[in-house]
């Protein structure tokens, strides 16, 4: 059964440094989205993809996270600095049409 | 703007028992649709079921069932004959807010912690 990939599972960094998640969407689903899930809450739209095109970013911090899909196929989501508020469940989903929304299994960020 | 509210940060229920899991919506949209992910301790968010607003008849997938109830604004999940796999965090989910070629955005409650007990 196809599934979304990410890459790495879990991530501990120190403040000020870099980070970078990876993301493998279903074959032949065109959208793609990273979410960030904090501790006790629901998921949050961070970025949206529509192929290689940004459709909705607004919810992204853009003087420190930045996103690219630049085949439109897998996806990069970086932080630079990251910050410890940044400590977060990242998770990428993918869908074909307007089908539900198929999850990765998340990149657990731990910043110290 | 969107809203899903669930007022229910922990439950527990008996196993083999059926248990009710609430969720609330606000939304200005005539046309959305509403899902239910479950999240286990692993993380991964798995898709349960899907209610869309010009549905008829409420959706069911085995034992998960989605009373929908479009005048209240209330989407509740009903799980029958409750098993100790079904212990896991369980999100309440609009689809709105159409943004063109197929995506769309989703906008999640704050879950609820559900706990089988043997």
């Known amino acids: 059964e196809a599934e979304v990939a990410q890459s790495p599972r879990y991530k501990i960094t120190e403040k000020s440094q870099a980070v970078a998640f990876w993301c493998d969407p279903i074959?032949?689903?065109?959208?793609l989205y990273w979410y960030r899930q904090i501790l006790g809450q629901g998921p949050e739209l961070l970025v949206q993809?529509?192929?290689?095109?940004?459709?909705?970013d607004s919810q992204l911090p853009k003087d420190r996270f930045s996103a690219e899909r630049l085949k439109g196929v897998d996806s990069t989501l970086k932080i630079q600095p990251a910050e410890l508020g940044d400590s977060a469940m990242y998770l990428c989903?993918?869908?074909?049409?307007?089908?539900?929304?198929?999850f990765g299994p998340g990149t657990r960020l731990t910043v110290l | 703007a969107q809203k899903i509210t669930q007022t229910q940060p922990g439950m527990f229920v008996q196993e083999k028992e059926a248990v009710t899991l609430d969720c609330t919506y606000d939304?200005?949209?005539?046309?959305?649709?509403l899902f239910w992910y479950k999240q286990p301790s692993s993380g991964e968010m798995i898709f349960l079921i899907y209610q869309g607003s010009y549905d008829e008849q409420n959706a069911t997938e085995g034992r998960y069932s989605l009373n929908f109830q479009k005048a209240r604004k209330s989407a509740n999940l009903v799980i029958s004959a409750s098993q100790l796999g079904d212990s896991a965090m369980y999100f309440c989910a609009m689809k709105g807010t159409h943004l063109g070629a197929g995506s769309y955005q989703l906008t999640f409650g704050k879950g609820t912690k559900l706990s089988v007990i043997p």
């Open positions: 074959s032949g689903h065109a959208t």
């Open positions: 989903a993918s869908s074909f049409s307007r089908d539900e929304q198929f």
């Open positions: 939304t200005s949209d005539q046309s959305y649709g």
């Open positions: 993809f529509q192929d290689e095109s940004v459709v909705d």
